[in-house]
């Protein structure tokens, strides 16, 4: 199939940028949208141009690298799919598709389609970690952890830190990713003694990085690849409020 | 952290506020509803009021910081939110927000600008003075609030500006009546989706009935 591509196109971090377009000739349909794109680049490098710079690592959807906004929807339109995963069969003869980078303040382009998401790094560094002291590997079942809470901890653990919902929130709010880490470690209990700390302090690093404030539109639900439900934001909510009582140890 | 610095602490305190803000329209809405059983009715509710004295300025200084918050931290997050988003995509999508909850601070700011005259019109009275109860013959020895309120309504100009502002409250509403179930910690990814579409009925329920009160009392259907 042939297709028409509008990709941003920019030089570096202080350039202005604009949307440049190529035609995608003899698309196979069992490409994946990434291979589509080698094939441009080849086609890019071979002319002497300076091909499309975009993340990636995996190619499997469990990295969280790749990060573009495909006819303005994070990872493009097949639900719960990472954009190395979209494979082009998803797309027909003659589609316009426009591709552009995670657009927030928080994430500054640094190339083209790539963004620095550095600032998720600060998130997590404020608090989405277990302190504990290293040593042997603890014997199985030490932590007793009913199925239930074992399966909501995978479930919010599914993140991969892509940044699709700050790139879907109509505010740049970070608050699904924030949530999912919060929510992971407050459920077990190698979390729950940091809990009221991690809350605080991971949802202080949000803001002061330039995210948003969470409004409850839920768009980041509907674009997470991975499918992270808004009810880990109910939780983070708990956990805050919970943060707010005081503790017998502080009374 | 602050509670009124931290981005949860805020979203929190807009709950809250904005909760305690909803159970006002409702007592209120019960009142005015009054106006169609009658003079008699909505001027004895009119008479119980005025009549707790001391009790309605406890009420209003209630009230007043109730919107303070509400309307301050409403603002600056609306701001806030700007500056983390200073570019548009190229193509602009969405996948499940509504209308009434990308307009929030629209639609809140235009019940603010409407409060404002609704205070000047019929608690100050002074937009229209020849037909303010203050000026209309006492009935029984109380206000005729009942004649002020039909007189008005007859009245297109004054009847429009409600009206436009009760779809503002609605569509404010749409989105906030449900909102605090999330905010506050309540819900949970099974019961979301019910409570979104309970919401959204109450606030037309709300929205359909305040705006009754112009729209029947200006086609004189309730005279």
Redesign the interface.
């Known amino acids: 199939m042939d297709l028409t591509l509008?990709v941003?196109r920019q030089k570096g971090p202080q350039d202005k940028g604009k949307?440049e377009t190529y035609p995608a000739k003899n698309v196979s349909p069992d490409m994946s949208f990434l291979e589509m794109l080698d094939e441009i680049n080849d086609g890019l490098i071979r002319q002497g141009k300076d091909p499309i710079a975009f993340d990636h690592d995996c190619r499997e959807g469990i990295c969280g690298m790749c990060s573009q906004?495909i006819?303005?929807?994070p990872h493009g339109k097949q639900e719960q799919t990472t954009v190395c995963q979209l494979h082009m069969r998803q797309y027909s003869d003659g589609d316009e598709i426009?591709i552009?980078p995670w657009?927030?303040?928080?994430f500054p382009v640094q190339k083209d389609l790539i963004v620095d998401r550095t600032s998720l790094d600060v998130i997590m560094q404020a608090g989405g970690y277990v302190s504990c002291h290293t040593g042997g590997v603890p014997d199985a079942n030490v932590h007793p952890i009913p199925k239930p809470v074992a399966d909501y901890a995978m479930d919010a653990a599914e993140c991969i830190g892509c940044g699709a919902c700050i790139a879907?929130c109509?505010?740049?709010?970070a608050?699904l990713f924030t949530s999912a880490k919060v929510a992971q470690l407050a459920a077990l209990p190698q979390g729950k003694p940091e809990a009221r700390k991690r809350?605080?302090a991971m949802?202080?690093a949000?803001?002061d990085e330039?995210?948003?404030?969470?409004?409850?539109?839920?768009?980041c639900?509907?674009?997470c690849p991975k499918g992270i439900?808004?009810?880990f934001?109910?939780?983070?909510?708990?956990?805050?409020?919970k943060s707010?009582m005081p503790t017998s140890t502080e009374a | 952290?602050n509670?009124f610095k931290?981005?949860?602490?805020?979203?929190?305190l807009m709950a809250v506020t904005g909760l305690c803000l909803v159970g006002f329209i409702s007592v209120h809405l019960l009142g005015n509803l009054s106006v169609f059983w009658g003079a008699d009715a909505i001027n004895a509710y009119a008479k119980h009021l005025h009549d707790l004295g001391p009790l309605v300025w406890v009420f209003r200084l209630i009230m007043l910081g109730l919107f303070a918050v509400h309307i301050t931290f409403g603002i600056q997050?609306y701001l806030?939110?700007r500056?983390?988003?200073?570019?548009?995509?190229?193509?602009?999508?969405?996948?499940?927000?509504t209308f009434s909850?990308?307009t929030?601070v629209f639609t809140g700011l235009i019940v603010l600008a409407f409060l404002l005259y609704h205070l000047l019109h019929f608690t100050v009275q002074i937009t229209n003075p020849e037909i303010s109860a203050r000026n209309l013959a006492l009935v029984d020895g109380h206000l005729d609030v009942f004649t002020m309120v039909t007189k008005s309504f007859q009245n297109v100009f004054i009847a429009l500006v409600y009206i436009i502002a009760m779809i503002a409250l609605l569509l404010h509403l749409m989105?906030g009546i449900s909102?605090w179930v999330?905010?506050?910690?309540?819900?949970?990814?099974s019961s979301?989706d019910k409570v979104t579409a309970l919401g959204k009925i109450v606030a037309i329920v709300y929205g359909l009935a305040y705006i009754a009160i112009p729209l029947l009392l200006l086609a004189r259907i309730v005279k």
């Open positions: 509008h941003w949307l906004v006819n303005g929807r426009f552009e657009r927030a303040k928080a879907a109509p505010n740049s709010s608050m809350v605080k949802t202080e949000l803001l330039g995210f948003g404030n969470c409004t409850n539109h839920y768009e639900e509907a674009a439900s808004v009810k934001i109910a939780k983070l909510n708990r956990e805050y409020l707010l | 952290m509670l931290s981005t949860v602490g805020r979203k929190i997050l806030e939110n500056a983390a988003t200073p570019d548009n995509y190229a193509v602009q999508k969405t996948l499940v927000t909850a990308k929030m989105h909102s999330q905010t506050l910690g309540w819900s949970t990814g979301q």
